[in-house]
């Protein structure tokens, strides 16, 4: 038996939360299974529960991102939370960023395969993009690091008064906590814990919002920003 041979049947919540983009999140679901167990992507014990564990837990994330902004998702892995939130949410531009080749060659054939036209995967790390891509409205996560660590590659990559929407487990209340230091010393100006997915997952998807003032990441991220994005441009000749 093949691994995609175990993915469930899509449960209902999937038809009314992908909508008319049902049928590509099955196609995700089937090349996750496949192609994602294959590759490392995800593991095998995971098959049986990516609808709700992975999914849905991602798409649910969309009742928190603001309408027609930019979005990063950093450190996509195999398109989570990205690529649902892409399904679901059509009126935005989101960035898959993701530093492991193999990942983006799997992320490159998925956005190419569904038809995300409002999807680009990049290569690299958020401190190595820092200054080359245009800053975002929002920053996204899942399982990527610790809140702090988390916080010191994403929230430089924000617009002013952008926030990072976090996906975490049942820690996350404590993770705030320990997290609030750095995350002052970054910016933050306001945080909460949010549970989303009402109706749609059980348990709640739970997702730390990190929101910034005018100046995201602090002095010395705006430093190296402005630096970063001066040696980007291309020189001019002298006449």
Excluded at 31 to 41: C, E, M, N, T
Excluded at 58 to 83: F, K, N, Q, W, Y
Excluded at 92 to 106: V, W
Excluded at 193 to 205: F, R
């Amino acid at each position: 038996m093949t691994e995609a041979a175990e993915l469930p049947p899509a449960p209902e919540q999937a038809r009314e939360v992908f909508g008319d983009r049902f049928d590509d999140a099955v196609r995700y679901a089937e090349l996750l299974a496949d192609a994602g167990v294959q590759r490392g992507l995800i593991g095998p014990r995971e098959v049986p529960r990516l609808w709700e564990r992975h999914l849905l837990n991602c798409a649910v994330l969309s009742e928190v991102v603001p309408e027609g902004v930019t979005v990063c998702d950093v450190g996509s892995g195999a398109g989570l939370p990205g690529i649902p939130l892409a399904l679901v949410r059509g009126d935005l531009k989101i960035t898959l960023l993701e530093p492991l080749l193999r990942r983006t060659n799997f992320l490159t054939e998925v956005v190419e395969l569904l038809g995300l036209d409002h999807v680009t995967v990049v290569r690299g790390r958020a401190e190595e993009v820092l200054g080359k891509l245009p800053p975002v409205h929002v920053v996204t996560a899942r399982a990527v690091a610790p809140l702090d660590r988390l916080a010191t590659w994403g929230i430089p990559l924000l617009r002013p008064y952008g926030e990072m929407l976090a996906l975490k487990g049942d820690t996350a209340e404590e993770e705030l906590k320990a997290a609030a230091a750095a995350l002052s010393k970054l910016g933050a100006v306001e945080t909460d814990v949010l549970q989303v997915g009402e109706g749609v997952v059980d348990p709640l998807s739970t997702v730390v919002q990190v929101k910034v003032g005018e100046s995201p990441g602090g002095v010395r991220f705006a430093a190296k920003r402005a630096k970063a994005a001066r040696s980007a441009r291309p020189s001019r000749r002298r006449r």
